[in-house]
């Protein structure tokens, strides 16, 4: 550590303080200069289409009769709230939510658990052999698991001896069947996030557990889940968010039939093949509020882990 | 200084690529001046591609016409073009409609007007159902290319052990009992897709009734006549079939693909669907993909009666060709249309993609008759047909019935009435879709 006379001090704190203050702001600046133009770039891409959707949502409009269109004030609104299909695709989307991030959160601790373990050259082999569904796309992948429990296609009725069971005519096996695949597909997210926790437990401390005598189960539960609780609820919010905004599995396997509609796809409808613009913006703008409120939520809960990590709580 | 001057070189190279890029998209004309004009095609054999390269071949450098594919199922096609088309999108010139989205598109002012010799030329000779189609408001806005009709379908062999005279037209519930009797299933399209408005709409017709009673007026306006006798009577085909068992594995997700897979595996031996499962049985039998005796044993005759002695009014299909209203170059794509449209062109096309004409001239060639020898049943079907409901505001109405008459299980004596209520709400603006 650097030391100084109090002369030094007296003499030299006005003019290293002024230094200190041009190069913060010139710093700033420059931080400004650089960062500028992707904020610009951003309030251009993110926050105009929010505003457009705002702004739309307040009209009775439909794309294929320009000349109709008419300001409602908040009827859309009024017209989805006390919809039962709302309530039913959001009830849905909660569903799928919970299911998927609450089963991908205990499979991925074990898959991270296991990356974080194996050694020496299995260690890359493992890691690409997990992360490969979440390098397909969800298209895709969303095809290959209607295709394995299709009627005509699929292999899964054979290998289970159902028969002629129609797994995406009957709104829970269909929803299993999304849900399995969703899991499937982003469990590695999870993983990677929880991996980079797991790396961050302090080897020390779990050596002075095992030392005291404690069993692998109170290490877990005790030193190694406490000390990576802000990667946990880092990987849940991420995750919560991307399972909320579900559209290209539902879309593929059911299309919204069986009483299987997301909030999502319903966006898509009114606006996409409804071409009622008005519809589905107000649609798109409830869909936005319930991803600030998840945000919101979360980020709450997340404060108060991050003031236990810190040993504050 | 040398990292500056690599900077103004990467924004230069870029805007080179970006310029060049430019270029290539926005041209429509080219070099010599010959306007080239974007046909939208829904997907085929490749027919309309060819017809594309003849008629530009004999247009004398008056157009060359380049064609873009859309996505294969009709409402899919429909929000592309839409889009597109709202967006005053002048790099389309002509389009292959879906005849029940020609009133919605019209409306909307994308269809460029069409001059009356032309009205003339293209509707005389042409069926009455695909000239109801094509025609909007008293006017015909598009040319009609091909039209579409769905047949009965069955194996001889079953339909004889089964004791069903195949000579006369049969009912629904004739075609029940057999499946039932000889324990085989009957295929229909069951999807939450338009493909379920194409049955209900064919049933409620063949009944006596209309989908739509005022199919001009505006969304909120619309009279529906689902909630009727007629509308019973559909459902209650549907109920037979499912208390009769015979509907199938997998109905519910079944579309007019799938139906005819069923079919060619044995899995239904009656079916409701397009000719063009006989081009694809043809050719699963020449390929070896199918045994020869199962094609051979294909019998078809028109579509189901709801009563007997009362004739069925069999779904329509088809496509039209429009040309749109932000065309730069309207008069060529009309003398393309009618290039398309011809005679000649349509009996190809039927030859080659199985897709019947909208001409009936075209059922007396030969080569057609010998391609199709159902080509007599498919003429008096096309005969009796009726259209879909026309409206601009199909494709809400489609929706809502895919909706409330699926699954097919599900369907009671109360369906016609809910789904009736819950379109009308629907097209009131009081409830999502």
């Not at chain 2, 017809?51 to 008056?62: H, K, R, V």
Request: negative net charge; contains cysteine.
């Amino acid at each position: 550590m650097e030391t100084r006379s109090a002369g030094d001090v007296s003499v030299s704190r006005p003019a290293a303080k002024r230094r200190g203050t041009d190069k913060a702001r010139a710093e700033a600046r420059l931080g400004w200069y650089l960062a500028g133009p992707a904020f610009v770039i951003l309030v251009a891409v993110t926050g105009y289409p929010i505003l457009q959707a705002l702004y739309e949502s307040l009209f009775s409009y439909r794309l294929t009769a320009p000349a109709d269109r008419e300001f409602i004030g908040l009827k859309n609104y009024g017209v989805i709230l006390s919809d039962s299909l709302w309530w039913g695709a959001l009830g849905n989307t909660a569903l799928i939510t919970v299911v998927t991030v609450a089963v991908e959160l205990v499979i991925g601790f074990a898959l991270a658990m296991v990356m974080h373990k194996v050694l020496g050259w299995l260690r890359p082999i493992v890691r690409t052999a997990i992360l490969i569904p979440y390098a397909i796309i969800t298209v895709v992948s969303a095809y290959a698991w209607q295709y394995a429990f299709g009627l005509t296609t699929g292999f899964m009725n054979s290998l289970l001896g159902l028969g002629d069971f129609d797994w995406f005519a009957n709104k829970w096996s269909a929803l299993f069947v999304i849900c399995l695949s969703e899991i499937w597909k982003t469990t590695p997210f999870i993983s990677l996030l929880l991996l980079a926790g797991l790396a961050q437990v302090p080897a020390d401390m779990t050596e002075a557990a095992k030392v005291d005598g404690a069993t692998a189960w109170e290490r877990l539960w005790k030193v190694t889940l406490p000390n990576m609780k802000a990667s946990i609820m880092v990987a849940l919010l991420f995750r919560a968010l991307d399972a909320f905004r579900i559209f290209d599995n539902v879309y593929i396997m059911t299309n919204g039939a069986a009483d299987t509609q997301t909030v999502s796809s319903l966006a898509y409808n009114q606006t996409i093949s409804r071409l009622e613009i008005g519809l589905g913006s107000a649609v798109s703008v409830l869909l936005f509020v319930c991803v600030l409120l998840i945000c919101f939520i979360a980020i709450k809960v997340f404060k108060v882990d991050l003031a236990r990590a810190r040993g504050e709580g | 200084m040398a990292g500056r001057w690599r900077t103004r070189l990467g924004i230069l190279s870029a805007a080179t690529v970006l310029a060049s890029g430019l270029t290539a998209c926005g041209g429509s004309s080219t070099a010599s001046g010959t306007p080239t004009l974007n046909w939208y095609i829904n997907p085929d054999n490749g027919g309309q591609q060819k017809i594309a390269e003849q008629c530009s071949a004999a247009s004398n450098g008056a157009y060359d016409i380049n064609v873009s594919i859309l996505p294969s199922d009709a409402a899919a096609q429909r929000e592309q073009l839409m889009r597109r088309l709202a967006g005053n999108d002048s790099s389309i010139d002509l389009m292959s409609l879906d005849p029940v989205f020609v009133p919605e598109t019209s409306e909307a002012g994308f269809l460029a007007k069409v001059p009356a010799d032309l009205q003339q030329q293209w509707s005389d000779g042409v069926v009455d159902g695909a000239v109801q189609g094509a025609t909007w408001k008293d006017e015909l806005v598009a040319a009609p290319f091909w039209a579409n009709t769905q047949l009965l379908w069955y194996r001889k062999s079953v339909a004889q052990a089964a004791g069903l005279d195949m000579t006369k037209p049969v009912t629904w519930e004739q075609i029940i009992e057999a499946a039932k009797a000889q324990g085989t299933a009957i295929g229909v399209q069951g999807q939450r897709a338009e493909s379920m408005t194409v049955w209900v709409n064919a049933m409620i017709a063949s009944a006596g009734g209309k989908v739509i009673e005022n199919p001009d007026a505006k969304g909120p306006d619309i009279r529906l006549g689902i909630d009727s006798d007629a509308g019973k009577a559909a459902a209650k085909v549907m109920q037979d079939i499912t208390a009769a068992g015979v509907g199938g594995p997998g109905i519910d997700n079944r579309d007019e693909a799938a139906t005819a897979n069923l079919f060619q595996q044995g899995g239904a031996a009656f079916m409701v669907n397009w000719p063009f499962v006989y081009a694809q049985g043809k050719s699963a039998a020449d390929e070896g993909t199918m045994d020869k005796a199962i094609f051979e044993d294909y019998g078809w005759t028109t579509y189901p009666e709801m009563t007997a002695g009362t004739e069925s009014k069999p779904p329509l299909g088809g496509i039209d060709i429009g040309v749109s209203a932000f065309s730069e170059h309207q008069d060529q794509a009309f003398q393309a249309v009618s290039c398309i449209v011809s005679e000649q062109n349509q009996a190809a096309y039927m030859v080659s993609d199985g897709n019947p004409a909208a001409l009936e001239s075209v059922y007396d060639d030969p080569t057609v008759q010998e391609a199709y020898p159902m080509y007599d049943t498919i003429r008096t079907s096309l005969q009796a047909a009726s259209p879909r409901p026309q409206t601009a505001y199909y494709n809400e109405v489609s929706q809502g019935i895919a909706d409330r008459w699926q699954p097919v299980s599900s369907v009671s004596q109360d369906t016609p009435a809910s789904s009736q209520e819950y379109i009308t709400e629907v097209l009131r603006g009081e409830k999502l879709l």
